[in-house]
C-alpha cells in the first residue's frame, strides 16, 4: 500500500495540467447502491465556454441482474468473495478542431471524429478487502457511420451558432473493438466524510490504448461504494476530485482507424504525446432513489501542436 500512494503522489506532483477520460461511468465515486438502475450522462464543451477538441459526449447506462446472462461476462474478471454488478451502455463522443465553421483541413489541429459505441461491463466489490474491480468491453463504429456531424449541425442550427462544415474530412469509418480493466483501492476513510482511493486502468483495443494511474478523493456527506449494496444511506452530497497521470500508446481519433487508413488527415504518431494529466471534478447529490452529477474537467494537449482545453458534463440517474 505505501508504493501505491507513493506513486500516486509523484504522480500529482509531476502534473504541470491535466488531461481527463471521457465518458467514465465506473469510477467508485459514481457508484449507485443498487442492482438495477438507469443512468444518463452528457458531456459538451459549452459548460466551459469553449467549442473545440473534445466537443460532446452521451451515454445512456442500465445496470441490471438481467445481464448477468451476457455472453460476454466470459470476458471479464471476476474475483472471489466480490459483490457482482451487471450493465450495459451506449457512448457516443465527437471532436472538432477550433475552426469547425471552416471548409478547409485545419492543418496542425485536430481532425474531426465520432464514434459510437455498445459497451458490456462488470463491476466487482469486494467489501472485505475495500477494493473495486471494473471490466468493459466495446464494440462499435468510428467514423461517418457514427453521425457526428449530423448531431453537430442539428445542434448548432437549433442553438442558431457556427455551422462546422469541415466533417467532410473527418476520421473514416473503422470498427472500434476496446477492452477495459479498472482497479480501485482505498486507501484512507474518515467517519462518513472522506475518502481516498488509489486508481489504476488500462485500455487496449482500436480506438483507445493507454493506461493510466492516480487517484481519487470524496469530501462531504459520503456513502461508501466499499459496502455491500444493502447498506444504503437515503442521502449523500459531496464534492470530488480525480488526478491522473496517462501513458498513450493509440488515439484512433487522432491517429485514424487501425484499419482504415483512407482519412484525408490524421495527427502522425511521432506528434502524438504520449503522456499526458488528467482533472476532472465535480458534486455529486443523491438521493434512496435518485443521483445528480455536475462535473467539469481539464486535459493536457494530445498532440504537439494542439492546445490544453476543458469540458463539463451532467450525469441524471434513478434506481428502478
Known amino acids: 500500500m505505501r508504493n501505491i500512494i507513493v506513486i500516486c503522489i509523484i504522480s500529482i506532483l509531476s502534473l504541470p495540467e491535466y488531461k481527463a477520460q471521457k465518458i467514465d461511468n465506473l469510477t467508485s465515486f459514481r457508484d449507485l447502491k443498487s442492482d438495477t438502475y438507469f443512468r444518463f450522462h452528457y458531456d459538451n464543451d459549452y459548460f466551459a465556454a469553449t467549442d473545440e477538441n473534445y466537443t460532446q459526449g452521451y451515454s445512456f447506462e442500465l445496470v441490471s441482474p438481467f445481464f448477468k446472462r451476457n455472453p460476454i461476462n466470459s470476458l471479464f474478471y471476476k474475483p472471489e ?3 457482482l454488478r451487471y450493465g450495459l451502455a451506449l457512448e457516443h463522443i465527437g471532436y472538432t478542431p477550433n475552426h469547425y465553421e471552416l471548409p478547409e483541413i485545419q492543418f496542425g489541429d485536430r481532425p474531426f471524429a465520432s464514434a459510437i459505441m455498445l459497451k458490456s461491463f462488470i463491476i466487482a466489490t469486494d467489501q472485505v478487502k475495500k477494493r473495486r474491480f471494473t471490466s468493459s468491453f466495446s464494440l462499435g463504429i468510428i467514423g461517418p457511420a457514427a453521425f457526428g456531424e449530423e448531431m453537430q449541425v442539428g445542434i448548432h442550427e437549433a442553438t442558431g451558432n457556427k455551422i462546422p462544415l469541415g466533417w467532410r474530412h473527418q476520421i473514416k469509418n473503422d470498427i472500434v473493438v476496446n477492452y477495459e480493466l479498472g482497479y480501485e483501492k482505498q486507501l484512507v476513510r474518515f467517519s462518513n466524510i472522506f475518502s481516498l482511493q488509489a486508481m489504476v486502468n488500462v485500455k487496449v483495443g482500436t480506438l483507445f490504448t493507454n493506461g493510466s494511474i492516480g487517484f481519487n478523493t470524496t469530501l462531504g456527506h459520503i456513502n461508501s461504494p466499499f459496502t455491500t449494496l444493502i447498506n444504503k444511506k437515503d442521502f449523500s452530497l459531496y464534492a470530488y476530485a480525480t488526478p491522473m497521470l496517462n501513458v498513450i500508446g493509440y ?70
Open 81 to 83: 468473495d466480490s459483490e
Open 251 to 320: 488515439d484512433a481519433t487522432l491517429q485514424g482507424g487501425m484499419f482504415n487508413k483512407q482519412s484525408v488527415y490524421t495527427i502522425s504518431a511521432e506528434n502524438i504525446e504520449r503522456f499526458t494529466g488528467q482533472l476532472n471534478y465535480g458534486i455529486v447529490l443523491q438521493t434512496k432513489t435518485l443521483y445528480f452529477e455536475y462535473s467539469r474537467s481539464m486535459i493536457t494537449k494530445e498532440y504537439e501542436s494542439g492546445n490544453a482545453y476543458k469540458w463539463g458534463g451532467i450525469k441524471i440517474g434513478f434506481t428502478l
